[in-house]
Each structure stands twice: as structure tokens, then as C-alpha cells.
């Protein structure tokens, strides 16, 4: 049996080959440094170790935002992981309102380890949205609510502690636009 932290070692990599030339929207930050907090989220702040959910969190950007496309994934990281990956990407080919509409749809069905990797997503977006304009602020708080509400009902009885350590973190942002 291999080392089965080679399979998280392999995504890091290749997390960080495909995000090479891309920036966080302050236009300074290395992209990648958001999939590597996700995946330390997951981990320390959630609390999970599956080499598969670490690696599907340092992936989860990769069909979005690079060239990577399904078969990449699938050749190198497998089914479940590709599939995770799948459900945590939006259809760009949608205009935005239809586009968020079925992302939250497709969140709500999909398995909780992937809804623990988008909440992990949203925590580190709430996390980062301090270096943001208020106006897109809002926006990230209002689609952060959206995505929690749409997993909480199949997540809550699971975990807990993930809904309450995100519900905390939204709350300080929401509270933090009205004052």
C-alpha cells in the first residue's frame, strides 16, 4: 500500500502548476495560497484527514479557473476525486444568476465530504473578503449565506462543528456591514 500522503503531496503540486500565474482578486496574493488554506481549513479547523477530501480541497479551483479539464483529474487523481472536484465547479457557460442557481442546487445534492470543501471554500473567502470593496463584500457574504443554507440541512446532523465555526465567521462579516 503507498504512502497515502502521496496523494496530497501529488495535488499540492499539481494544485500549484496549474494556479502558477494566477492572483487572489488583490491582485498581489498567489492564487494557490487560497487552495492551500482550503485544505488547511478542511483540516485544522474542521478537523478531517482524508487524504481524499485534502486533495479534492487543494484541487477544487483547478476546472474552473486553469486549463485542467475532467480527464486530467480523473487520469491522475481518480473518479471520486474528479467527480468531487466536478460538483465544486460552476457552469461558466451560464449567465451568473442561472449559473449560481444551479451551483447551489448541485452543492445541496452533493456528498458531505464536498459540501465540508465548499464550506471550507467560503470560510477562506469570508476570511479574505476584509481586502475587498464593500459593495463586493456583500456579495461574498450574501453568496457565502446561500451555499451554508443550501448544504446546512444534509450537513447539520454530520457536523456540527463546521456549520457553527462558518456561521460564526459569516456572522462577524454580516455584522460588520451593518455597523
Request: net charge negative; aromatic share 8%.
Amino acid at each position: 500500500m503507498t504512502d497515502p500522503n502521496d496523494l496530497i503531496f501529488q495535488a499540492t503540486a499539481f494544485a500549484a502548476r496549474a494556479h502558477r500565474h494566477q492572483l487572489r482578486k488583490d491582485q498581489q496574493t498567489p492564487y494557490v495560497s487560497h487552495v492551500y488554506r482550503v485544505c488547511f481549513v478542511v483540516r485544522q479547523v474542521f478537523g478531517f484527514d482524508d487524504p481524499h477530501m485534502l486533495a479534492t480541497a487543494l484541487l477544487h479551483d483547478t476546472l474552473e479557473d486553469t486549463t485542467t479539464d475532467f480527464d486530467d483529474l480523473l487520469e491522475r487523481f481518480g473518479p471520486d476525486i474528479a467527480r468531487w472536484v466536478a460538483v465544486l465547479t460552476k457552469d461558466m457557460r451560464l449567465e451568473d444568476a442561472r449559473r449560481e442557481e444551479a451551483y447551489v442546487q448541485a452543492l445541496a445534492m452533493a456528498d458531505w465530504q464536498v459540501q465540508v470543501i465548499k464550506l471550507a471554500d467560503v470560510y477562506d473567502n469570508i476570511n479574505d473578503s476584509q481586502n475587498l470593496s464593500p459593495s463586493a463584500r456583500q456579495k461574498t457574504a450574501r453568496r457565502s449565506r446561500s451555499y451554508l443554507d443550501a448544504v446546512k440541512p444534509k450537513l447539520l446532523p454530520l457536523v456540527e462543528h463546521v456549520i457553527e465555526a462558518l456561521e460564526k465567521k459569516l456572522q462577524e462579516v454580516e455584522l460588520g456591514m451593518t455597523s
